[in-house]
């Protein structure tokens, strides 16, 4: 099953999203966020960045990947940086290209970029999207690594700055797929998800990344959302309905006027479900 590596770099066409509050509204709802200016419409929150270039994400990965690929995906990497918040009325354009496919023993990651202007052509955000295929190893690699957010270990034995706690509805994965549209089965079809062997449905890897969002927003930045320069996160174990999980943050580091914080994600059992968490605060 070789990945088309000579598809990487080529970027899709331009896809155009009006932002309205009530989708802003509704995805702020479907990830528990508090946050006023989210809950008012205000601003959309960060983790929507993903909703106008959902189609375009996934068609970058589809460029470059064999139907018989897909079903051993799994969602590895996001990694968004904040040039200027979503807001209400907003026309937004974006596009997308796989900038590299690198294959390793245990599997194929294909990165993917996404880039999001206005209607001035300003940059309103820029993601990073690694895809990782397991046990397709066919074929040779090409182009780019997404850029790198490992814990920085040595940070680990100070206490952290902060620690929230949060815990997903039964229906979260309902919710989130309606404001979000992933339609993704096993995020909510009991009987597939356990067909291709997990213990049911899992909660989005993207809405567990919205949850750490607006903990970091809520503990880092004063409830200022405006703050927020960049989150990247590692998907590492997938998270049920219903479970509490706790988010650890730890200051790594600062420079021209923002803060780095590495965090991580762990589940009741103290098993990590987000690793190599990045969160950048401005002052």
């Known amino acids: 099953m070789p990945f088309a590596i000579d598809k990487v770099g080529q970027w899709s066409d331009e896809r155009e999203f009006k932002v309205e509050a009530e989708r802003a509204k509704a ?14 419409g205000e601003l959309a929150p960060p983790v929507f960045a993903v909703v106008p270039v959902w189609d375009a994400m996934g068609g970058a990965v589809g460029q470059v990947t064999p139907a018989e690929a897909m079903p051993f995906v799994v969602h590895g990497e996001q990694d968004m940086y904040f040039h ?4 209400p009325g907003m026309v937004l354009r974006s596009k997308a290209a796989p900038i590299g496919v690198h294959v390793k023993s245990s599997g194929t990651t294909v990165v993917s970029l996404i880039e999001t ?7 309103v955000n820029e993601q990073y999207s ?17 850029p790198a957010h490992r814990f920085p270990e040595e940070v680990r034995s100070a206490e952290p700055v902060a620690v929230a706690s949060q815990t997903f509805d039964k229906d979260q994965t309902y919710r989130y797929s309606d404001a979000s549209g992933d339609t993704v089965p096993i995020h909510l079809d009991e009987e597939f998800a356990q067909s291709v062997g997990l213990p049911g449905i899992i909660i989005h890897g993207l809405c567990t990344m919205a949850f750490t969002s607006w903990a970091a927003i809520q503990n880092l930045a004063a409830g200022d959302p405006t703050r927020l320069q960049r989150l990247a996160v590692r ?3 997938p998270v049920l309905p219903g479970e509490e999980v706790t988010t650890r943050f730890w200051r790594s580091g600062q420079h021209d006027g923002v803060t780095t914080f590495a965090y991580e ?6 098993d990590v479900v987000i690793k190599d968490g990045v969160a950048e605060i401005k002052s």
């Open 265 to 270: 994600t762990t589940n009741p059992d103290g």
């Open 117 to 123: 202007r206005d209607d001035s052509g300003e940059l």
């Open 84 to 87: 200027q918040p979503i807001t």
């Open 235 to 237: 998907f590492s174990k």
């Open 130 to 146: 690694v895809t990782f295929f397991r046990g397709v190893n066919d074929g040779e690699g090409k182009g780019e690594e997404a």
């Open 27 to 40: 995805y702020a709802a479907a990830t528990n966020d508090p946050i006023p200016a989210h809950t008012s």
